[in-house]
């Protein structure tokens, strides 16, 4: 079966530092993964999607990469910012129907 | 502004009740999802919907069902409430990327 891995303990690092979230996943590559964002007590919102072509894929600060080989995408946050602290979730398309299996999140603490 | 919105943030139910939660969007989507997500588990996936009357199983739909008369509203229905249903569940519709609601947060004592 599909499955999405990510790092399920937190992680906690300095502001200005540029946070690396790990999302992998099983059997064949998708034909896009996305990326999300929850803060506590709501519901998540999207942040980018990459598609299987794609290398690399920039929006602002946040960056995200795909690795089909490795069967893994990064999430990386640059210059860091206390705001930026939330659960970050990875999703990947799975089958017909357009429907989306997310991984379990990882929660991102940014400290001033 | 895309929108999806739930019918109630928080909601306390006693077991053996039954239980209706809605969610409607404005985007036209044709897709509309209901996942419950629980500490250390995730968005699981109770049930979607791909068009009006048309509705299909996801992952975790033992002792729920649902019901989508119009596009814009798909409903979520505890047909008798658990306490092992306590969860924050949440309402999704999608076209390339999904869009989510607010979340209900349904405590069943």
């Known amino acids: 079966s599909q499955k999405i891995e990510q790092n399920s303990e937190a992680l906690n690092i300095q502001e200005g530092k540029t946070a690396t979230l790990t999302c992998n996943y099983t059997?064949?590559?998708?034909?896009?993964l996305q990326w999300y964002r929850q803060d506590p007590g709501r519901g998540p919102v999207f942040l980018l999607l990459?598609?299987?072509?794609?290398k690399e894929k920039r929006k602002e600060r946040l960056k995200v990469t795909f690795d089909t080989t490795l069967k893994q995408s990064l999430f990386h946050i640059t210059a860091s910012q206390p705001a930026d602290s939330a659960t970050y979730l990875c999703?990947?398309?799975?089958?017909?129907?357009?429907?989306?299996?997310f991984g379990a999140g990882t929660r991102l603490a940014v400290h001033p | 502004d895309v929108k999806v919105t739930q019918s109630s943030r928080y909601l306390v139910k006693r077991t053996g009740e039954k239980v209706f939660l809605e969610c409607v969007q404005d985007?036209?989507?044709?897709?509309m999802f209901w996942y419950r997500q629980d500490p250390g588990l995730g968005l699981r996936l109770i049930y979607f919907?791909?068009?009006?009357?048309?509705?299909e199983k996801g992952d975790i739909p033992e002792g729920y069902s649902v019901s989508r008369e119009k596009k814009e509203r798909f409903s979520l229905i505890l047909e008798s409430a658990s306490t092992n249903q306590t969860s924050m569940y949440l309402c999704?519709?999608?076209?390339?990327?999904?869009?989510f609601g607010p979340g209900t947060r349904l405590t069943v004592l």
């Open positions: 999704a519709s999608k076209s390339n990327e999904q869009f």
């Open positions: 059997n064949y590559s998708p034909a896009y």
């Open positions: 990459i598609r299987e072509n794609e």
């Open positions: 999703a990947r398309i799975s089958g017909g129907y357009n429907k989306l299996i």
């Open positions: 985007m036209d989507h044709e897709n």
């Open positions: 919907s791909y068009d009006v009357k048309m509705k």
